[in-house]
DNA sequence: GCCAACGTTGGC
DNA sequence: GCCAACGTTGGC
């Protein structure tokens, strides 16, 4: 089981667009190092999903629905695409201010490469952020 | 709206 | 293969 960031413009597709297809195709990828984190996803792992711009949170996460496959949007045999499921809404969404206040979670590739769109995270950062989004 | 960081393109 | 020019992303 591996765990993910997958970014959002919410302007584009938010949390609340997700809410209701429960479903969705994970589209748009143009860029190679975020291409071969999504082949490296396998069905079932776990992706926090991140706000970029508006709100510059992470306020969910999602399962992996469907590995990548071609992306139907474009002939271009380069770029996949997946489906990702809604799994479960934060209580509290962490904003990127408390992310680059929090010394665990220094590492984090949304502080050290901000422009990357899908980025593999730690167990060690995963269960942090969960564990501060779903205190009571 | 500005700007830093980074990716891509194309001339040589 | 290098590098300048340009485009895009995303934080602020």
Same mark, same amino acid.
């Given at each position: ?37 999504? +082949?490296?996803? *396998? %069905? ?6 991140y706000?970029? /711009? ?5 306020? @969910?996460? &999602? ?11 474009t ?12 799994? +479960?809404?934060? *209580? %509290? ?8 206040? /929090? ?5 984090? @590739?949304? &502080? ?9 995270i730690t ?14």
């Open positions: 089981m591996n765990y993910w960031l997958l970014k959002s413009d919410p302007e584009t597709y938010s949390w609340v667009n997700l809410e209701k297809d429960k479903i969705t195709m994970w589209d748009g990828i143009r860029n190679y190092q975020a291409r071969n984190n999504l +082949k490296l996803m *396998k %069905k079932g792992d776990i992706a926090l999903f706000h970029s /711009n508006l709100g510059t949170d992470i306020v @969910g996460q &999602v399962k992996i629905h469907k590995e990548a496959y071609q992306d139907p949007s002939e271009d045999e380069r770029w996949f695409v997946i489906d990702i499921k809604l799994d +479960k809404k934060f *209580k %509290k969404s962490l904003t990127l201010a408390e992310i680059k206040q /929090n010394n665990l979670l220094q590492n984090l @590739g949304l &502080v050290k490469q901000s422009r990357l769109s899908v980025m593999p167990l060690e950062e995963y269960n942090e952020i969960y564990s501060i989004c779903n205190k009571k």
